[in-house]
T-cell receptor, first 112, second 113 residues
């Protein structure tokens, strides 16, 4: 079955710096890759996603890149702010029509 | 549109008991997935329902079961509770089966003593 590895498990940056979180997946048939942000005590919130026919997608300060050949995808956050502090999860579909398999999360801390 | 709702929000049960959790998806969404979230294991997939049928099931024992009703609301049941079942149980709804955006509910915090 699908396996999703996420790195790093913790990341600390200064306000204004960029943050990058990387995930690898094992199932070459995976075709959908969402990213979720979970603040303490709250539900995971979908922040951006990408499909296998696209290499990059941006939404203001957030971008996701996908390398299908290498089977990895990354989340890039620019000009980080303290409110970006949260746990971020990546996920990939099991096969092309399957359920989501999540990485174990990255705890991002943005220091003012 | 109202978001995904889950009831109850908190539950305390003792070992051996059983529990039923409920999830109401976003209006118009027909797929409901359930996840168990624990500090050590992250978000683990339990099962997915679409049109009242279980499409996929994660690697959990048969004590974990679920169902979906004709209005797309879903319930999950855990029988013979164990201490290790203490977790946050999240459901997520999506428009359809497969690779669609999933939106999470607030979760049910289950504590087994």
């Amino acid at each position: 079955g699908e396996n999703v590895e996420q790195h790093p498990s913790t990341l600390s940056v200064q306000e204004g710096d960029s943050a990058v979180i990387k995930c690898t997946y094992s199932d070459s048939a995976s075709n959908y890759f969402p990213w979720y942000k979970q603040e303490l005590g709250k539900r995971p919130q979908l922040i951006i996603d990408i499909r296998s026919n696209v290499g990059e997608k941006k939404d203001q300060r957030i971008a996701v890149t996908l390398n299908k050949t290498a089977k990895h995808f990354s989340l890039h956050i620019t000009e980080t702010q303290p409110e970006d502090s949260a746990v971020y999860f990546c996920a990939a579909t099991e096969g092309s029509q399957g359920n989501l398999i999540f990485g174990k999360g990255t705890k991002l801390s943005v220091k003012p | 549109k109202a978001g995904v709702t889950q009831t109850p929000r908190y539950l305390i049960k003792t070992r051996g008991q059983q529990v039923t959790l409920s999830c109401s998806p976003i209006s118009g969404h027909r797929s409901v997935s359930w996840y168990q979230q624990t500090p050590g294991q992250g978000l683990q997939f339990l099962f997915e329902y679409f049109s009242e049928t279980q499409r996929n099931k994660g690697n959990f024992p048969g004590r974990f079961s679920g169902r979906q009703f004709s209005n797309s609301r879903s319930e999950m049941n855990v029988s013979t509770l164990e201490l290790g079942d203490s977790a946050l149980y999240l459901c997520a709804s999506s428009r359809s089966k497969g690779a669609y955006e999933q939106y999470f509910g607030p979760g049910t915090r289950l504590t087994v003593t």
